[in-house]
């Protein structure tokens, strides 16, 4: 079975800080995919970002970046000077070919920027 | 990516009564899945919808309570039946045409049940 943990439940961080969402994950797999969705009030679930296995490059978009290490069984994400519109829930998420599919999620981390 | 409209965007609905809900997909996807968002939870998956057959449900969901029709490749429904105040949540679609394709998701169907 497949298993994402995202420890931080919620993180309030003030305006232009930095903030780091862990999260950590089980898979049998050796070939699977990570994703972080946005979900902002409004509910919808804004894909961020696809990392596959074999891909263990770090990845930066503008403020934006994931540490993917396959040796932790970690995928974070790092989000740069911080502002009030980063205010939602993020999602990370994995899925295999063995699993159909079907992805698994986290149970997700709050962050409210504050101005 | 594709793009995934659902209707409606939000219900309030009765006790007892049952609700459908549409996802539309601006292309031909391979797959189709139907997740629930409990207040303040993540997504569980309901099922996968397929093409011309019936749809495999997840532990815990059953046809009775959720069919889910898939006509053709870009068209799928969820039917919420006798709604309890419990069934009240976000019910989202998603669509894919299969690894290593992301899987995107619509903007969700917000339904209270009173």
């Known amino acids: 079975a497949q298993k994402v943990t995202q420890a931080q439940t919620e993180i309030s961080v003030v305006e232009k800080e930095d903030v780091t969402l862990d999260c950590v994950y089980e898979t049998r797999d050796t070939t699977y995919y990570l994703f972080w969705y946005k979900q902002p009030p409004s509910g919808e679930l804004v894909f961020l970002i696809r990392?596959?296995?074999?891909?263990?490059q770090n990845e930066i978009s503008g403020r934006y970046s994931w540490n993917f290490q396959k040796s932790t069984s970690s995928f974070n994400f790092t989000i740069t000077a911080s502002q009030v519109v980063d205010s939602a829930v993020y999602f990370c998420?994995?899925?295999?070919?063995?699993?159909?599919?079907?992805?698994?999620f986290g149970g997700g981390t709050r962050l409210m920027v504050k101005p | 990516s594709a793009v995934i409209s659902q209707k409606p965007s939000r219900d309030i609905c009765q006790r007892g009564t049952s609700l459908t809900i549409q996802c539309q997909v601006d292309?031909?996807?391979?797959?189709m899945f139907w997740y629930r968002q409990q207040p303040g939870q993540s997504l569980t998956l309901i099922a996968t919808a397929n093409q011309g057959s019936e749809a495999t449900y997840e532990s815990g969901f059953v046809i009775d309570k959720f069919p889910i029709s898939r006509p053709n490749l870009t068209f799928s429904t969820l039917t919420v039946s006798n709604m309890s105040p419990e069934d009240s949540s976000i019910y989202l679609c998603?669509?894919?045409?299969?690894?290593?394709?992301?899987?995107?998701f619509g903007p969700g169907t917000r339904l209270t049940v009173l």
């Open positions: 998420a994995l899925t295999s070919n063995n699993a159909g599919n079907m992805l698994t």
């Open positions: 990392r596959n296995s074999f891909d263990e």
């Open positions: 998603s669509a894919t045409t299969g690894l290593p394709d992301t899987q995107y």
């Open positions: 292309s031909q996807v391979t797959m």
